[in-house]
């Protein structure tokens, strides 16, 4: 058995603050000093440049991933009666905020080799009451956007890209999040781009759906003490805006480390019989929030309890799909309706990722996945 040296984190955003932690130190100061809190110039100057990143015209900051999933949705008076097709292998709050505006999530499989969504499936979910699709890039990789969007467009269904995971990634040369009708951000620290704190953004070029959305997040409120409709309190802090500006500066070259860190992953683990590295689509290009692989005849527990002994955090993303989770017993979806969702259920294993993992923590990490097999 291999002993490690020291301990690998699954992640950890430690050794990235401190590249930044003088710039990131004096705007926090600044801003602390000026007592302006909660929006103003700093929040707006975020939206512009992270609008212009993606090549959109449009976006609206807010207060988590799920807050933008929510407020995506209450933009285009999605609600009761209304379906919504989504993947089942993803985290809660993609379906949790199709039940909050009183629709109804329409899980449909996820693709072997990509976990994503199986855009092949969707058309045959469609029914009468369908009115979106959130397609999820999960683990930081573009969904085939070509093809849902032409399913989208001849069934005339919008298209809300959930882009937690995937911040930088493009599909065909496109960003993620400017393709779909809206994409949704998440700021939490794990994400490509994370902040201090929660955090999330709407990127749209509908500006009639953008006015609409920076009503919502603030209370329904059109101008001061007026309020057209119900909304919520989500708004993006100031120094999560100043913080994430920052970042925004070095994602790319962040994002282009974890595709090295990839590339090396799938240079050394590809010939190990007991586990299936994850594939990208031809036309897309992954920023790789996690490094995902399946663990084949039902040995993922055990390699991640023996990695763990080496010092190798791992991740399981996620161990239940949703359409088997209790909150969603009255759907009536039952064992094995979306077999690859549930196989991959028992199968993932994320392995260390992040930009600072350096290539010795790496070989540890690809040394004792071999000396495991």
Request: charged share 15%; proline share 4%.
């Amino acid at each position: 058995m291999i002993q490690s040296v020291n301990s690998i984190p699954a992640f950890d955003n430690r050794q990235q603050y401190t590249t930044i932690a003088a710039e990131v130190s004096a705007v926090v100061l600044e801003i602390l000093a000026s007592g302006r809190y909660i929006g103003g110039a700093v929040v707006e100057n975020f939206e512009q440049q992270f609008a212009a990143y993606h090549h959109v015209s449009n976006c609206i900051a807010c207060n988590s991933g799920t807050d933008a999933l929510y407020l995506a949705l209450r933009a285009f008076d999605i609600g009761a009666g209304d379906e919504v097709i989504t993947t089942p292998f993803t985290f809660i709050a993609t379906a949790e905020v199709i039940s909050a505006v009183g629709a109804k999530p329409v899980f449909v499989d996820i693709d072997a080799t990509t976990f994503n969504l199986d855009v092949q499936q969707v058309a045959a979910a469609i029914t009468p009451q369908t009115k979106a699709i959130i397609p999820v890039h999960l683990f930081g990789q573009p969904v085939d956007m070509t093809s849902l969007m032409a399913v989208a467009i001849a069934h005339n269904l919008i298209v809300i890209e959930d882009c937690a995971q995937s911040t930088g990634a493009k599909w065909q040369g496109e960003r993620v999040g400017s393709i779909g009708h809206i994409g949704c951000f998440s700021f939490y620290p794990t994400k490509n781009l994370g902040g201090c704190g929660d955090g999330g953004a709407i990127t749209t070029n509908n500006s009639e759906i953008a006015a609409k959305l920076r009503v919502l997040k603030e209370h329904g409120q059109t101008t001061r003490y007026i309020h057209a409709e119900i909304g919520v309190n989500s708004r993006l802090d100031a120094i999560q805006a100043a913080i994430l500006t920052i970042k925004l500066q070095h994602l790319d070259s962040w994002n282009e480390k974890r595709q090295a860190i990839a590339s090396r992953y799938h240079e050394f683990l590809s010939a190990i019989s007991g586990i299936t590295i994850p594939q990208e689509l031809s036309g897309g290009e992954g920023v790789w929030n996690q490094y995902t692989i399946r663990v084949l005849d039902e040995r993922r527990d055990w390699l991640r309890n023996q990695l763990q002994e080496r010092g190798i955090n791992t991740m399981v993303y996620y161990p239940r799909p949703l359409h088997l989770q209790p909150v969603y017993e009255s759907l009536g979806y039952q064992v094995g309706q979306l077999p690859i969702s549930e196989q991959g259920a028992n199968e993932v294993l994320s392995l260390p990722m992040f930009p600072e993992l350096s290539e010795e923590q790496q070989q540890q990490v690809i040394y004792s996945l071999k000396d495991c097999f």
